[in-house]
C-alpha cells in the first residue's frame, strides 16, 4: 500500500528532525504524488546535500526538487581569495583528485575545471571543497576524456551489473552512444538505482551517464 502524500510529507520531516546535520525547523517539506519539494534556507552547501540525503532515505519518495538557498553563517564567511586558496589546498591533499583539476571562486560560488580520465576523479573533486565554509554553490566543469568505443562500453556495464547481481539488473535498461550512457526502466529503492550508476560511471570511457530509472517502491 503506497504512502498518501500527506504521510510522507510527515515521514520525510522526521527524517530531517532525526539527522544531526540538519536544522530541519529551517527546510519545509512539499509533497504531490511523491514528488518531494524542499523549500527554505539552510547555513551551508553541505547541508543542501545533507537534506537531499535524508530526503531520499524515505521510503515512498519518487523525485526531490531542490528549492533551498545557502545562507552563510557570520562565521563562515571568507573572502574569495581565501576560498580559493582552502579549495586549492583540498584538491591537492585529496589522492583522488589529479593535478588537473582547477578552482575559480566568485562570491562564494565555485566553478571546478579540467579533464580528468575517470568519473570518480571528476565527483571527488567537487565532495573535496563542497564541506569548505562560506561556500553557497559548486559548478563542476570538469570534462571526463573518452576512451573505448560505444559497444565496448554497454558489454562492461552490463558485466558489471551482472556481477553485482543486484535484484533490479533485469530491470535496467542500457543504451550507448559513444562513451554516453543512458539507464532507464525501474528500480526498487535510490539505492539500486545509484549503484546502477555508478556500475555505468566505472566502465572506462564514459564520459556522461543520464539517469532515467524511475522508483517504483514494492509493498
Given at each position: 500500500m503506497e504512502k498518501t502524500d500527506t504521510q510522507l510529507k510527515k515521514d520525510i520531516e522526521e527524517e530531517l528532525r532525526w539527522?544531526?546535520?540538519?536544522?530541519?525547523?529551517?527546510?519545509?517539506?512539499s509533497v504531490d504524488k511523491g514528488v518531494v519539494t524542499l523549500l527554505g534556507a539552510v547555513d551551508s552547501y553541505a547541508e543542501k546535500f545533507a537534506a537531499e540525503d535524508?530526503?531520499?532515505r524515505v521510503s515512498g519518495v519518487r523525485t526531490v526538487a531542490q528549492d533551498l538557498t545557502v545562507k552563510v553563517l557570520d562565521g563562515h564567511r571568507?573572502?574569495?581569495?581565501?576560498?580559493?586558496?582552502?579549495?586549492?589546498?583540498?584538491?591537492?591533499w585529496d589522492v583522488f583528485v589529479p593535478d588537473s583539476v582547477r578552482a575559480v571562486v566568485d562570491q562564494g560560488s565555485i566553478t571546478l575545471s579540467g579533464t580528468v580520465t575517470?568519473?570518480?576523479e571528476r565527483e571527488?573533486?567537487?565532495?573535496?571543497?563542497?564541506?569548505?565554509?562560506?561556500?553557497?554553490?559548486v559548478h563542476n566543469s570538469v570534462t571526463i576524456k573518452p576512451q573505448i568505443d560505444a559497444v565496448a562500453v554497454r558489454e562492461k556495464v552490463e558485466a558489471a551489473l551482472q556481477r553485482q547481481a543486484?535484484?533490479?539488473?533485469?530491470?535496467?535498461?542500457i543504451e550507448t552512444s559513444g562513451g554516453?550512457?543512458?539507464?532507464?526502466g525501474h528500480a526498487s529503492s535510490w539505492e539500486s538505482i545509484e549503484?546502477?550508476?555508478?556500475?555505468?560511471?566505472?566502465?572506462p570511457g564514459v564520459t556522461q551517464v543520464v539517469d532515467e530509472v524511475t522508483v517504483s517502491w514494492r509493498t
Open positions: 539527522d544531526p546535520k540538519l536544522n530541519a525547523a529551517q527546510i519545509g517539506v535524508a530526503t531520499k571568507h573572502s574569495d581569495a581565501d576560498l580559493a586558496i582552502a579549495a586549492q589546498t583540498v584538491l591537492k575517470w568519473n570518480y571527488a573533486a567537487e565532495k573535496a571543497v563542497r564541506n569548505l565554509a562560506g561556500v553557497v554553490a543486484t535484484r533490479d539488473g533485469q530491470s535496467i535498461r554516453k550512457v543512458t539507464l532507464s549503484n546502477a550508476s555508478d556500475a555505468a560511471w566505472a566502465a
